[in-house]
T-cell receptor
Framework: RKEVEQDPGPFNVPEGATVAFNCTYS??????FFWYRQDCRKEPKLLMS???SGNEDGRFTAQLNRASQYISLLIRDSKLSDSATYLC???????????FGKGTTLSVSS | GAGVSQTPSNKVTEKGKYVELRCDPI?????LYWYRQSLGQGPEFLIY????????DSGLPNDRFFAVRPEGSVSTLKIQRTERGDSAVYLC???????????FGPGTRLTVL
């Protein structure tokens, strides 16, 4: 079983839609969590960190549920430019290596 | 400022050959990481350097893979006797310190024929 699991999608949504991605992690010792965004044939870039209290950055909201070992990302009012792969990431037990899920592909159409 | 740079951007080699991939981290970043990303997968950790030393090499798949960072800045990932299964994008990342945000370079796309 992979340490971080997420639905690969693809999620195909129209502009303006709200879309939610979920992710589960198996290592309860994981300390920190992130969402990274990766465009086709580009490197991953940090989208946002995920906190137990939840955090919001504009149209993006991330949540962490440690009891259920579950992470989510909500995107409101989707834009064409949101089309990308979203990688759920945990900080490994050693606290140095990032552990990535396979990624969820989002395609926003007009 | 300049981000993480990697050279070459693409490398095509034949099975059994030796390859070197270079990573130039962000200036001042003490931590450097190598990851490997296969098609349809997320990046997988290979090795982590803190300064000049490999602090965690638990992700290296076998002894054909080796990495160095002799002066605590530029790092080279070396792969001996390449196999077709080594084909992937090799990503380098750096961070200010070991638990700080990791910034990725554009990667080297390695193809082993």
């Amino acid at each position: 079983r992979k340490e971080v699991e997420q639905d690969p999608g693809p999620f195909n949504v129209p502009e303006g839609a709200t879309v939610a991605f979920n992710c589960t992690y198996s290592n309860s010792a994981s300390q920190s969590f992130f969402w990274y965004r990766q465009d086709c044939r580009k490197e991953p870039k940090l989208l946002m960190s995920v906190y137990s209290s939840g955090n919001e950055d504009g149209r993006f909201t991330a949540q962490l549920n440690r009891a259920s070992q579950y992470i989510s990302l909500l995107i409101r009012d989707s834009k064409l430019s949101d089309s990308a792969t979203y990688l759920c990431v945990s900080f490994g037990e050693a606290g140095t290596a990032l552990i990535f899920g396979k990624g969820t592909t989002l395609s926003v159409s007009s | 400022g300049a981000g993480v740079s990697q050279t070459p951007s693409n490398k095509v080699t034949e099975k059994g050959k030796y390859v070197e991939l270079r990573c130039d981290p962000i200036s001042g970043h003490t931590a450097l990481y190598w990851y490997r990303q296969s098609l349809g997968q997320g990046p997988e950790f290979l090795i982590y350097f803190q300064g000049t030393g490999a602090a965690d090499d638990s992700g290296l798949p076998n002894d054909r893979f080796f990495a160095v960072r002799p002066e605590g800045s530029v790092s080279t990932l070396k792969i001996q006797r390449t196999e077709r299964g080594d084909s992937a994008v090799y990503l380098c990342a750096s961070s200010l310190g070991p638990k700080d945000t990791q910034y990725f370079g554009p990667g080297t796309r390695l193809t082993v024929l």
